[in-house]
Every structure is written in structure tokens, then in C-alpha cells.
Nanobody, 121 residues
Framework: QVQVVESGGGLVQAGGSLRLTCAASERTFRFYAVGWFRQAPGKEREFVAAVFQNGATTYYSDSVKGRFTISRDNAKNTVYLQTNSLKSDDTAVYYC??????????????WGQGTQVTVSS
């Protein structure tokens, strides 16, 4: 897997927004699909969103569809996750994986440090 650095998390009130960033140093980044997962306290890690190599094909978990938007800038080796209308249930550590292959967290061996998102109600 490609090493990535996640950033952009923070503390936000319910209804607010954050933009999460996944940055990679490898130029081959542009050839891979990229996925975001999250893990809330006491819960299993779950799939959030993915974007394929061309940036036009995306898909989302039902829990975030219509509120989150994933995009990528291949020139910057970066993927973004725009999170809007945040709810307390969105509180979690968010992780990026490259390459994205499946939406099962158990299929991945390596995880970065993630970025903490905390939504206050």
C-alpha cells in the first residue's frame, strides 16, 4: 500500500463542515483508487467513500451519501473528503487507504495515523 498522511480533522459543531485531506508522496498515486474509512469509539472500522483513478467515479456508504463528497487532485497526489452537515455519529478517526480495493476494512493490513473528527451536539 502507498503511504499516506491524513489531515484536516478537528472539533466542529453539529451541522458544520470539515475538509479532510489524504496526501501521498508517490507519483503512482494517480493510478490507484483511494478510499476513506472511519472508526468510531467502540465500533468497527467502516467504509465511508471511494474515488477511482479518473476522479469521476465515486461511491459512498449510505450513512454519508448526500453529505460527504470525495474528490482528487492527481497533480497534487491528494484526495479530499468534504464533510458537510456533520452529526455526532460522524465522530471517528478517519483513515485513507491507497489502493482502495474493497469496502471491507479487514481486507487491509496497513493503516496510517488517521485524523480525528469530533462533532459536538
Amino acid at each position: 500500500q502507498v503511504q499516506v498522511v491524513e489531515s484536516g480533522g478537528g472539533l466542529v459543531q453539529a451541522g458544520g463542515s470539515l475538509r479532510l485531506t489524504c496526501a501521498a508522496s508517490e507519483r503512482t498515486f494517480r493510478f490507484y483508487a483511494v478510499g476513506w474509512f472511519r472508526q468510531a469509539p467502540g465500533k468497527e472500522r467502516e467504509f465511508v467513500a471511494a474515488v477511482f483513478q479518473n476522479g469521476a467515479t465515486t461511491y459512498y456508504s449510505d450513512s454519508v451519501k448526500g453529505r460527504f463528497t470525495i474528490s482528487r487532485d492527481n497533480a497534487k497526489n491528494t484526495v479530499y473528503l468534504q464533510t458537510n452537515s456533520l452529526k455526532s455519529d460522524d465522530t471517528a478517526v478517519y483513515y485513507c487507504v491507497v489502493p482502495f480495493r474493497t469496502n471491507r476494512a479487514s481486507d487491509y493490513d496497513y493503516w496510517g495515523q488517521g485524523t480525528q473528527v469530533t462533532v459536538s451536539s
